[in-house]
């Protein structure tokens, strides 16, 4: 299918864990096995390890599950929030293949000394050291690489060839003939070696091959393996939000119901801490609403009668009555997970170059080693002659380095990241670091610390905006509210007196009111004054309007009817942020603002940032949506973020870069994690991504092009066994040792000139 793909409604379709997969080719396999049934419509995500099926009803899942496993995998119906099968699935697989790399690697070390020694020393040979040899390869051949045989012959049964062909086929070829010419024997020399033959027996040496061919090879799919482990979680977190259940009205009695059986229409009551399980209206009631996970703003939303509010977000301190309007997959938070998991789905549909040359690579070699047979037979060399240089073929043309390439370099550089408080979670993440040239940026929690300040106490004439903020810091201690922590940090800070509040009384969305000194003391927003009918001077109406424009949060401490004072707050920027776009600007990228605050407070930040383009008030699911816009002028783009409201452009943007504090969703959507409280780390990440990338080319380069160069000369018959299995192990070592540079990577700071 398509990208643009329309997808059916969410209630229609089946969604399938996967196991067994492979590579590209296996997702591509399993959807065309599921697209064969009748009147069935599948996309395979190869990346998360699901398939997502309509036209097959729930109750008929069985269908799509016995066509996955005639396809040669295995596959179980997949509720949301139930990964439980696919986790362990991919936790069994992780385990085998680290419990056969360890056995490989512990049998090849003996295999290797004692087959290149006692093959060129025969002075050194004891009886039956033959049979040593071969028993010690029997377990790497036959165990061992049985991944590799298994998905060869799965492939073959669909008349298909992957790179586990051609492993498979060198594997067994190698052992098989050191096998058959060790049983045969010979009393004439075996291999030119270029000073001098090699004694007679030397084809113990193919044991070598099929050893170590195994052992990288098992290398490389175990890194894989690993790096692929969690590339469908966000899906699970994002779920994760909505709530469990719900307080529906009816008959004029609470009754507590699954979200899914709320219906467009009712009236559900949500407690304080409760989360709000639909989008809807307010019917009744007053109420902070912590809207953090869904916008990013860090204060909470104040909510009254007929104000909207979105599922997934927490009542903090008042009864909500709320009519619902949109339920189940039309909510917000459902349409979230809709977005990140098409673009998670369009991700897993970059088929890797590897793929692609290996689906004509494999065939023509195979191909060409039969025709090397054939040719040297009928040119009259002897069996034995014509049937090594056929196997010397495969040998050299097997590709262990191109298995390597990617991996090794991989794991280099994520290991090299973690150092540099930098985690890249793979592949895809990697490519799309080298083609960026926009990065859009979330404010709270990313630019910003997330952590309000009190910027000024103004005071109306007359009054002593000290001794206000005294009043201000009495009736908010003791509350987690985060403008209350503010107010009194700053009373703390500045030495501001302490005195006792009494009748401490939380207004619901609005703010608190306690008793200091004999005198009725209000401390809140703007809807406060409306609300308490409290007068507010001239002069402190126009602190509110300037205050408000700067994009500052304001709030208003009263005394009885009258405003005493206008207390502003704002986000703090971090000390890293223009730094971070300063180096950003000097690489050739674009910096956009995404956020969902006003425009006053979102130009204040891009100003302190360094940052021009700035688009503000920006809903959750309009954050994708503002991406995908700027995908389609033609750029490339890095999205920034810390939140679950960010979850969506995360997986939509080319590439998704998560900072330290950000939350579980936004962590698991992203395709690089910066652990380090320092935004320069994302330039770090950037350069560092780009720098994997070169060093995943080099090596694919350097691998196709031994290869390519190789097999000729093999076919020609100037190589022999030995020189072919050493230079078949060269190229890997020099893959690997490449991949190795990558870790002297230095972030470049003082070449930006930024600290």
């Keep these: 299918?398509?990208?643009?793909?329309?997808?059916?409604?969410?209630?229609?379709?089946?969604?399938?864990?996967?196991?067994?997969?492979?590579?590209?080719?296996?997702?591509?396999?399993?959807?065309?096995?599921?697209?064969?049934?009748?009147?069935?419509?599948?996309?395979?995500?190869?990346?998360?390890?699901?398939?997502?099926?309509?036209?097959?009803?729930?109750?008929?899942?069985?269908?799509?599950?016995?066509?996955?496993?005639?396809?040669?995998?295995?596959?179980?119906?997949?509720?949301?929030?139930?990964?439980e099968w696919s986790r362990r699935a991919r936790t069994d697989r992780i385990a085998s293949l680290r419990r056969r790399l360890i056995v490989a690697a512990l049998l090849t070390i003996p295999l290797c000394d004692l087959t290149i020694v006692l093959a060129l020393v025969p002075e050194w040979r004891f009886p039956f050291w033959e049979a040593a040899c071969v028993a010690l390869a029997v377990p790497i051949v036959f165990w061992a690489a049985a991944p590799f045989h298994r998905a060869a012959l799965r492939h073959l049964r669909h008349r298909s060839f992957t790179m586990d062909t051609l492993v498979s086929l060198g594997i067994t070829a190698s052992f098989g003939w050191a096998v058959v010419t060790l049983a045969i024997g010979s009393d004439e020399p075996a291999y030119w070696l270029g000073y001098g033959m090699t004694p007679a027996g030397a084809d113990s040496l193919y044991l070598d091959v099929a050893a170590a061919m195994t052992t990288f090879q098992l290398a490389g799919r175990y890194f894989e393996t690993r790096s692929r482990r969690r590339a469908g979680d966000v899906l699970n977190a994002l779920d994760r939000l909505a709530a469990v259940s719900v307080r529906v009205l009816r008959d004029g009695r609470e009754v507590l119901v699954a979200p899914a059986e709320l219906r467009a229409g009712e009236v559900f009551v949500v407690l304080p801490g409760e989360t709000i399980a639909a989008d809807g209206r307010v019917r009744a009631g007053l109420a902070a609403v912590d809207v953090s996970a869904m916008t990013g703003e860090p204060v909470p939303r104040e909510v009254r009668p007929g104000d909207d509010v979105v599922g997934g977000t927490v009542s903090s301190d008042g009864r909500l009555e709320v009519v619902a309007e949109r339920v189940g997959a039309h909510t917000q938070l459902a349409q979230m997970v809709a977005l990140a998991e098409e673009a998670q789905q369009?991700?897993?549909?970059?088929?890797?170059?590897?793929?692609?040359?290996?689906?004509?690579?494999?065939?023509?070699?195979?191909?060409?080693?039969?025709?090397?047979?054939?040719?040297?037979?009928?040119?009259?060399?002897?069996?034995?002659?014509?049937?090594?240089?056929?196997?010397?073929?495969?040998?050299?043309?097997?590709?262990?380095?191109?298995?390597?390439?990617?991996?090794?370099?991989?794991?280099?550089?994520?290991?090299?990241?973690?150092?540099?408080?930098?985690?890249?979670?793979?592949?895809?993440?990697?490519?799309?670091?080298?083609?960026?040239?926009?990065?859009v940026f979330d404010k709270t929690g990313t630019l910003t610390t997330g952590i309000m300040r009190v910027d000024a106490v103004v005071a109306r004439d007359g009054a002593d905006a000290g001794a206000v903020l005294a009043l201000a810091a009495a009736v908010e201690r003791g509350s987690e509210h985060a403008i209350a922590r503010a107010v009194v940090a700053h009373a703390d800070e500045t030495g501001a007196a302490q005195v006792a509040a009494t009748d401490h009384r939380t207004l619901p969305g609005l703010g608190v009111r306690a008793v200091v000194g004999g005198r009725e003391i209000l401390v809140g927003g703007p809807g406060l004054l409306l609300d308490q009918g409290v007068e507010v001077p001239a002069s402190l109406r126009a602190e509110l309007d300037r205050r408000g424009a700067a994009g500052h949060t304001t709030v208003v401490v009263a005394a009885g009817a009258t405003a005493q004072a206008v207390i502003a707050l704002s986000d703090t920027v971090k000390p890293s942020a223009a730094p971070a776009v300063a180096r950003l600007r000097s690489l050739g990228l674009r910096t956009i603002l995404l956020t969902g605050d006003g425009p006053a407070a979102a130009a204040a930040v891009a100003r302190a940032a360094g940052i021009d383009d700035v688009r503000s008030q920006v809903l959750p699911a309009a954050k994708a949506a503002a991406v995908e816009r700027l995908r389609a002028d033609g750029r490339r783009v890095a999205m920034v973020g810390?939140?679950?409201?960010?979850?969506?452009?995360?997986?939509?943007?080319?590439?998704?870069?998560?900072?330290?504090?950000?939350?579980?969703?936004?962590?698991?959507?992203?395709?690089?994690?910066?652990?380090?409280?320092?935004?320069?780390?994302?330039?770090?990440?950037?350069?560092?991504?780009?720098?994997?990338?070169?060093?995943?080319?080099?090596?694919?380069?350097?691998?196709?092009?031994?290869?390519?160069?190789?097999?000729?000369?093999?076919?020609?018959?100037?190589?022999?066994?030995?020189?072919?299995?050493?230079?078949?192990s060269l190229s890997s070592v020099l893959v690997v040792t490449n991949s190795l540079r990558l870790r002297s990577f230095r972030a470049r700071r003082r070449s930006a000139g930024l600290g």
């Design 346 to 439: 369009r991700k897993a549909r970059i088929h890797a170059l590897v793929d692609r040359v290996v689906a004509v690579f494999v065939p023509a070699v195979m191909a060409l080693s039969a025709v090397v047979l054939a040719g040297w037979l009928l040119a009259g060399a002897a069996p034995r002659d014509a049937f090594g240089t056929a196997v010397t073929v495969l040998i050299i043309a097997c590709p262990c380095a191109l298995g390597l390439a990617t991996p090794t370099a991989l794991m280099v550089g994520v290991g090299r990241g973690a150092q540099l408080g930098i985690l890249i979670k793979g592949h895809d993440a990697l490519e799309a670091s080298g083609r960026i040239d926009a990065v």
């Design 1 to 83: 299918m398509s990208d643009t793909a329309v997808r059916p409604d969410a209630n229609e379709l089946l969604e399938l864990q996967v196991a067994g997969m492979t590579c590209a080719a296996c997702a591509r396999r399993v959807e065309r096995a599921l697209n064969a049934l009748d009147g069935v419509t599948a996309t395979v995500n190869y990346a998360t390890e699901r398939a997502v099926v309509a036209g097959v009803p729930a109750a008929d899942a069985a269908r799509a599950v016995e066509a996955v496993r005639a396809a040669g995998y295995d596959a179980a119906p997949w509720e949301r929030g139930d990964d």
């Design 642 to 728: 810390d939140g679950i409201n960010d979850a969506a452009a995360l997986a939509a943007a080319d590439l998704g870069i998560a900072v330290v504090d950000g939350t579980d969703v936004a962590m698991r959507a992203a395709g690089i994690i910066v652990v380090r409280d320092d935004l320069r780390a994302v330039v770090d990440a950037v350069e560092l991504s780009r720098k994997t990338l070169s060093t995943i080319r080099g090596n694919l380069v350097w691998a196709f092009g031994y290869n390519l160069a190789a097999v000729p000369v093999a076919a020609a018959g100037l190589l022999n066994p030995l020189i072919a299995a050493a230079t078949m």
